[in-house]
């Protein structure tokens, strides 16, 4: 955060303050940096839509810098959670991806890729939510969830330690990606 507060150049949240700081270490290691844009998640509600904070939306923009501050291209942008659905996700990552691949990667092999990925995330979910069920009825029950985005729940530095606080007193600690939001309200928490 605190080399972040100077990349940024502008007060920000502590997750996008942090995020030009972390850009700037993985350039100097890595080949590319993946950095997409996930503008809106798809309701299954008719007519709704579920928009994330604006600043993250845009993370791509304001934590990657302008394209003047990435000469060599890479740092990889592209738009993989829109409402335009997965075929358009599938085209920009194929976009994405072209010129560091030499063209070896063709667009049905990011297009199975994607799939494969899909499928695991929604698979990985199915786990969390069943290890959550599981582990929520010991204790009696009692327990406590974190709400709140991922980077921020899950990261020591974020979480200020509250986690382990409350398992250091013998209380169980999940988080609100391990609930289930099939509409059903869970041990008292509505999706």
Known sequence: VKDGRHLAGAELCAPMT????HIAWL?????????PFYLEKKSTEKGARRQLCYYTQFAPSLGGGASASDPD?????????????????KAELYRALRPLTGGSVSPFDVSAAFDEAVRDKEEGLLRLREVYRRESTRNDGFHAVLLGRPYTVLSEWMNKGIPQTFASLGVPVFYQDMLSYTGEDVQGIAP
């Open 27 to 35: 350039r100097d290691r890595c080949d590319a940096v993946f950095l």
């Open 73 to 89: 291209g890479r740092i990889l942008r592209p738009i993989v959670h829109s409402l335009y659905g997965s075929v358009f996700s």
């Open 18 to 21: 942090a995020l030009p700081a």
